[in-house]
Antibody
Framework: EVQLLESGGSLVQPGGSLRLSCAAS????????MSWVRQAPGKGLEWVSL????????YYGDSVKGRFTISRDNSKNTLYLQMNSLRAEDTAVYYC??????????????WGQGTLVTVSS | EIVLTQSPGTLSLSPGERATLSCRAS???????LAWYQQKPGQAPRLLIY???SRATGIPDRFSGSGSGTDFTLTISRLEPEDFAVYYC?????????FGGGTKVEIK
């Protein structure tokens, strides 16, 4: 079965750090770009970051640039998001998302169920 | 950054009616790198349309997408009870990737 399973979400204090993981199964992980997309409570979708499938080229949204780092381990079929200097406005459900191809210009064809990150003191 | 503006914010319709959702881009989206997603409460989004007009696998043919350049439309020809949800457009042609603010289709 093709699926994405996120983990690592929790309550963290402002200024803290957290690492999210996403375990992929049912497809050749290294052949596809992967993204993180977040959704604040009651709000719309916001793309966070993308990493290409083979060369590791990365892209970031302006709101997280310099604070978040996306990475992947193709040998473990796992995607990561290292989040530092967390702010209250980072509170959201974070979705792991598979692209339809290797590079940037591909649509999102598979979404995980999401993991909740809450930034609060 | 390409800003996507969806309208209306909320669409109140009855089952069996036709729904027309609009997505307007602040600049032309090359090669129709435009997708539509459906999200139901408590669920992850689901891909409906990619390339502006191609239906994703398993999506019923009552869903159709059209448009090019800066103006795109998602049409649901006859609303079924399971179609009441929030719909998002997204451009994936340039970074940063961006989503529209969403259109909620609710039961009238």
């Amino acid at each position: 079965e093709v699926q994405l399973l996120e983990s690592g979400g929790s309550l963290v204090q402002p200024g803290g750090s957290l690492r999210l993981s996403c375990a992929a199964s049912g497809f050749t992980f290294s052949n596809y770009a992967m993204s993180w997309v977040r959704q604040a409570p009651g709000k719309g979708l916001e793309w966070v970051s993308l990493i290409c499938g083979n060369n590791g080229v990365t892209y970031y949204g302006d709101s997280v640039k310099g604070r978040f780092t996306i990475s992947r381990d193709n040998s473990k079929n796992t995607l990561y998001l290292q989040m530092n200097s967390l702010r209250a406005e980072d509170t959201a459900v974070y979705y792991c998302v598979k692209s339809s191809g290797l590079l940037l210009k591909n649509w999102f064809d598979l979404w995980g169920q999401g993991t909740l990150v809450t930034v609060s003191s | 950054e390409i800003v996507l503006t969806q309208s209306p914010g909320t669409l109140s319709l009855s089952p069996g009616e036709r729904a027309t959702l609009s997505c307007r881009a602040s600049q032309s989206i090359s090669s129709s790198y435009l997708a539509w997603y459906q999200q139901k409460p408590g669920q992850a989004p689901r891909l409906l349309i990619y390339g502006a007009s191609s239906r994703a696998t398993g999506i019923p043919d009552r869903f159709s997408g059209s448009g090019s350049g800066t103006d795109f439309t998602l049409t649901i020809s006859r609303l079924e009870p399971e179609d009441f949800a929030v719909y998002y457009c997204q451009q994936y042609g340039s970074s940063p990737l961006t989503f529209g603010g969403g259109t909620k289709v609710e039961i009238k």
